[in-house]
C-alpha cells in the first residue's frame, strides 16, 4: 500500500505596502499645491500690473489761493488714467512743486498741471473778484469753491409798500472762489465771488440784501 504525501504549498503573502511611503507621497502632493497656487497668483498680478494704466500725480487737497507758496498739507497723491494731451504733474515731483505758487486759485481735489503755476494771472481780463455778505438763509447749502451760481439782489419796500426797481437788478453770473463766516457774529456769510467787471459794479452798486442761487456750471 503506497500512500501519497502532498505537501500543501502556503500561497505567499503579498507585501503590505511600508508605512512611510504614504506619508511621503501626502507631502509631496501638498508642496506641489502650494506651488500651483503661488504660481497662479503670481500670474494673476503679473497680468493686473499690466492691465493697470495708472499713474501716481499730485492733487489738491485743500484750498489754495492765488500766489500763496504751496506746502505739503496742500497736496496728495491720487491714482488717475492720464490723458497724453494734459500735462499732468507727478506724484514724485513733489519736492520740486513745494514752495511754488499757483497763478490761480486752486479747488480740492483739482488735479495740479503745471499751467497752473507761476506768477499771478488772477483775475483775468475783464474779470473781478468782490466779497459779498449774505444774510442767514442767502447762501445754499451745498455751496463751495468751484461752484457756479446766479447773484440775486432782493428788492426791498419803502413805507408806502412801494418797491424800489433799482434794487431788483437782474441775475448776475458768477464762480464761487471762497466762502467764510462773517466776523460780526449775526450769522453772516462772505463769499467772494469771480464775476466780469461790469457785473461787479452792477453788484456794489445794488445795496440790498443779496441771494445766491446755485446753478449747475
Do not use: N, Y
Request: glycine share 8%.
Amino acid at each position: 500500500m503506497t500512500v501519497v504525501v502532498e505537501s500543501q504549498l502556503a500561497t505567499p503573502a503579498r507585501p503590505s505596502p511600508s508605512p512611510a511611503i504614504q506619508p511621503k507621497r501626502r507631502w509631496s502632493l501638498l508642496i506641489g499645491g502650494l506651488l500651483s497656487v503661488l504660481l497662479c497668483a503670481g500670474l494673476f498680478a503679473m497680468v493686473q500690473l499690466s492691465g493697470d494704466a495708472r499713474v501716481q500725480v499730485l492733487a489738491v487737497a485743500r484750498s489754495v489761493a492765488a500766489g500763496q507758496p504751496l506746502s505739503a498739507a496742500d497736496l496728495k497723491a491720487v491714482r488717475v488714467v492720464p490723458d497724453p494731451s494734459v500735462p499732468l504733474v507727478k506724484a514724485v515731483q513733489v519736492d520740486q512743486v513745494i514752495g511754488r505758487s499757483p497763478a490761480v486759485p486752486l479747488a480740492p481735489d483739482t488735479l495740479l498741471t503745471e499751467s497752473q503755476l507761476g506768477p499771478v494771472a488772477w483775475p483775468a481780463a475783464r474779470e473781478a473778484v468782490v466779497a459779498a455778505v449774505f444774510k442767514p438763509g442767502g447762501v445754499p447749502a451745498g455751496l463751495a469753491p468751484g461752484s457756479h451760481a446766479l447773484v440775486v439782489a432782493v428788492a426791498k419796500s419803502d413805507v408806502t409798500g412801494a418797491t424800489d426797481s433799482t434794487l431788483a437788478s437782474a441775475p448776475v453770473a458768477a464762480t464761487v472762489v471762497d466762502i467764510a463766516a462773517g466776523a460780526d457774529g449775526t450769522g453772516t456769510t462772505v463769499v467772494s465771488l469771480l464775476l466780469t467787471r461790469a457785473d461787479a459794479a452792477k453788484l456794489a452798486r445794488a445795496g440790498a440784501d443779496l441771494s445766491l442761487i446755485l446753478v449747475a456750471g
